[in-house]
Nanobody
Framework: QVQLVESGGGLVQPGGSLRLSCAAS????????MGWYRQAPGKERELVAR???????NYADSVKGRFTISRDNAKNTVYLQMNSLKPEDTAVYYC??????????????WGQGTLVTVSS
């Protein structure tokens, strides 16, 4: 079994910064990619940022230049540095890990979600 534990969410004023963390543990054989998704009230879940095991990154257009995804492979941890936050960034942020579990089965795990609220 694989568990993802997220932290770092909270309330921040517009223009502020926040750093999210997600640590993966359990029956992980190999991680191919880690990413952050978010879901705002009344909206569908969307990809925010993604990083491959090789370090390639992908960002939603709405966060380019403001958010930075990074990871510590040794700790199976992914981070999302969020700067210049806007009210429209308010959402529940979910960590996602894909790869291979022990036994060479597919791995697709999700964190519990952490709420980010951007408001004055």
């Amino acid at each position: 079994q694989v568990q993802l534990v997220e932290s770092g969410g909270g309330l921040v004023q517009p223009g502020g910064s926040l750093r999210l963390s997600c640590a993966a543990s359990g029956s992980i054989f190999r991680i191919n990619a880690m990413g952050w998704y978010r879901q705002a009230p009344g909206k569908e879940r969307e990809l925010v940022a993604r990083i491959s095991s090789g370090g390639s990154t992908n960002y939603a257009d709405s966060v380019k230049g403001r958010f930075t995804i990074s990871r510590d492979n040794a700790k199976n941890t992914v981070y999302l540095q969020m700067n210049s936050l806007k009210p429209e960034d308010t959402a529940v942020y979910y960590c996602n890990v894909v790869g291979v579990a022990y036994g060479l089965g597919p791995l697709d795990a999700w964190g519990q979600g952490t709420l980010v609220t951007v408001s004055s």
